[in-house]
């Protein structure tokens, strides 16, 4: 009967619940969509990165990714002998040999990044060959090149024309050597579209004097939430003396903490929008337990213990609180749910929108992320607001006095 | 027997600031089956002294028992406990629960005393059909006049089985066919269940129902007389 007493009170004041709980649901409304568009598009942003070329996570010799030199490498077959196979979080692997080195035609030089590649192990991985936009993929054997589009713009190369590259090789050796173009691809991501050049994992290990070694292993990971516990069990077969795991927040510090700062502007706002719901809420509730003295007066008079009393309350108030949390996050649902699919395009909100996005080489499209999560999390700090509200009711009615309160 | 005893029961409001001698050593004993008016004129010590009965004030001196049990041994949540098994209160309006219907109004009392839901019914069908009331049971406090809430609250009252029922000035707000009314009913149920009452009030016609008139003068029992 004391559910009934608080359900029935709700609707005594119909005007005022209904006001309560649509501010509720709309301030979950707007969180929840908030939410979805950011974690969406740092999502988005993260696997494009991950997906073009990282990989969620990265074996290397130690002390590789702080300096990156062909010194820096370790043998291949030991590393690939000391990868459990029945690590299963783990789909697939790419080897690769990374330096830098000096491009050249005649008179136009430019420093890149080469990448040497298993080309079947790189595709499964990075899909390649997708992004091929003139000529072909390289096969295992290959001894040609495969030029970002920037690259081969800088250098005025094509198909079929003859790349110099000059570097330092292991050990302090010379490397020089020329190679013919095979193929031109376009990666978004700017940075690396401007210095990336794919050679196979055998002609680089050539061209740097370093036969049978390699600078790391992308691994190739199911998803996010796979990764941390494919890290772990790599850790802890791997000798953290001789080699580094390094998941894809360690490789792209950079973006982690943008991703980070956004987020933080995110949370001022929804605290900001919450603390006006607390008022919102905090306000009915004082009219609430203030028109009711008289009832509790009688109440606890008759009877009704004060926890009793105060259980029908805060049943009332976390009620009206859940039900415009509920009606916020059934509106905002299917609203998510088609932006999840149809992302949101921000092109037609003009060039400025359109570039900040190919800075970090994307579409300016932002498909939010239809996650639970999200949405209950809204559904939870709700609850937390109102129960750390009813405080106010429960100091009233523990120091309510029947004879005091009858007479109001 | 006596359901209500007290002993030299002395009220002061505001010790601090402007004392207020509400009541000046009330000694009184009241026994089962009693229909008590206590009446006296306004600001004479009336409502303090049935709110200290009712355990629901404190006096600053003197001891009250209730059917054996001093009430100043209890603590604040045995007081409530204490009230809702042993007193049945009856204020002068707005009683009831707005939101539930003249029946639930009543079972509510028996449900906090833990009674089968079988019992419940029975016995609010029972009350309400005593007081009159067999076709407004479903009706909500709002769609009752004052003189049927008032008999809704008496059978809330009665439904705890208390030792006695407490009603500060009960008429004061009905006219004077349901102050009748109300009148006679609550004199049956004391000859035919011998329920003991106690009720407060200025009204003559209340007054001469009763059949013993504790009469009270700033503070001291100033007349006590048994018809
Ligand atoms: N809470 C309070 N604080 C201070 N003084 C009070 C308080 N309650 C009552 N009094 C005073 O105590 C005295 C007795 O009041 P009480 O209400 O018991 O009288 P009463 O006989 O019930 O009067 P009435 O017939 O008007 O209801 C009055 O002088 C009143 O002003
Ligand atoms: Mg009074």
Redesign the pocket.
């Known amino acids: 009967m004391l559910l009934t007493l608080a359900l029935r009170n709700i609707w005594r004041n119909k005007r005022r619940t209904l006001i309560t709980i649509t501010a509720v649901a709309f301030a979950v409304f707007l969180a929840s969509i908030m939410r979805s568009f950011n974690k969406g598009a740092w999502d988005n942003v993260i696997n494009t990165s991950v997906n073009l070329f990282f990989g969620y996570a990265q074996i290397h010799a130690n002390g590789f990714w702080d300096d990156q030199t062909i010194d820096n490498s370790m043998d291949y077959q030991e590393v690939v002998r000391s990868l459990d196979p029945s690590n299963d979080h783990i789909l697939g692997y790419a080897p690769r040999l990374e330096s830098f080195a000096l491009a050249s035609t005649g008179d136009l030089t430019q420093g890149v990044m080469i990448v040497g590649i298993e080309p079947d192990q790189e595709e499964a991985l990075t899909g390649v060959s997708d992004k091929i936009i003139e000529g072909n993929y390289l096969d295992a054997s290959d001894d040609g090149a495969l030029l970002a589009k920037g690259v081969a713009d800088k250098l005025k190369l094509g198909l079929g024309d003859t790349l110099i590259l000059i570097s330092q090789g292991y050990h302090g050796a010379n490397a020089a050597g020329k190679y013919p173009v095979r193929g031109i691809f376009k990666y978004a991501l700017p940075d690396l579209n401007k210095v990336l050049i794919y050679l196979s994992l055998k002609t680089s290990q050539h061209f740097y004097a370093a036969d049978n070694r390699i600078t790391s292993v992308a691994l190739k990971i199911a998803g996010q939430r796979q990764v941390d516990k494919a890290v772990n069990s790599l850790k802890e077969n791997l000798d953290p003396e001789v080699y580094e795991v390094m998941d894809y927040k360690e490789l792209m510090p950079e973006l982690m903490q943008a991703r980070q700062l956004d987020e933080g502007g995110d949370y001022i706002v929804m605290g900001i929008l919450y603390a006006l719901i607390a008022f919102a809420i905090f306000g009915t509730i004082i009219m609430m337990t203030q028109e009711r003295m008289y009832e509790f007066g009688i109440l606890t008079a008759i009877g009704l213990g004060r926890w009793q009393l105060f259980a029908v309350t805060i049943l009332e108030i976390i009620t009206v609180g859940l039900l415009g949390a509920l009606v916020g996050i059934i509106i905002a649902i299917p609203v998510v749910y088609n932006w999840s699919v149809n992302p949101l395009d921000l092109s037609m909100m003009g060039e400025e929108a359109t570039a900040a996005f190919e800075k970090f080489g994307m579409e300016p499209l932002i498909p939010a992320a239809f996650e639970a999560p999200i949405f209950i999390n809204q559904a939870i700090l709700i609850f937390i607001i109102t129960c750390i509200l009813g405080i106010f009711p429960l100091s009233k009615i523990l120091t309510l006095n029947p004879v005091?309160a009858m007479r109001s | 027997m006596a359901v209500i005893i007290t002993e030299q029961i002395e009220k002061i409001?505001?010790p601090d600031k402007v004392p207020?001698h509400?009541l000046r050593g009330v000694d009184l004993e009241i026994d089962e089956g009693e229909f008590t008016a206590i009446v006296?004129?306004?600001?004479?010590?009336?409502?303090?002294?049935l709110n200290i009965i009712g355990g629901l004030d404190t006096p600053t001196k003197g001891k009250v028992y209730i059917a054996g049990t001093d009430i100043s041994t209890l603590s604040g949540n045995g007081m409530i406990n204490f009230r809702k098994d042993h007193i049945g209160f009856i204020f002068q309006s707005y009683n009831l629960i707005p939101v539930l219907t003249a029946r639930e109004n009543v079972e509510f009392i028996m449900m906090l005393q833990k009674k089968s839901k079988k019992e419940r019914d029975q016995r609010a069908n029972e009350l309400l059909d005593a007081v009159g009331l067999h076709d407004k049971k479903n009706k909500r406090p709002m769609e009752l006049s004052g003189g049927q809430q008032q008999r809704v609250a008496v059978a809330r009252a009665l439904a705890s089985k208390p030792s006695f029922i407490l009603a500060d000035?009960p008429t004061a707000n009905l006219d004077s066919q349901s102050t009748a009314d109300l009148l006679d009913m609550m004199a049956e149920l004391n000859r035919e269940e011998g329920m003991t009452f106690v009720f407060?009030t200025?009204d003559q016609r209340v007054i001469d129902r009763a059949r013993r008139v504790i009469t009270?003068i700033d503070?001291k029992i100033a007349k006590d007389e048994v018809r």
């Open positions: 005091k | 409001y505001n207020v509400a006296g004129p306004s600001g004479s010590g009336k409502t303090t002294l000035e407060s200025h009270l503070g």
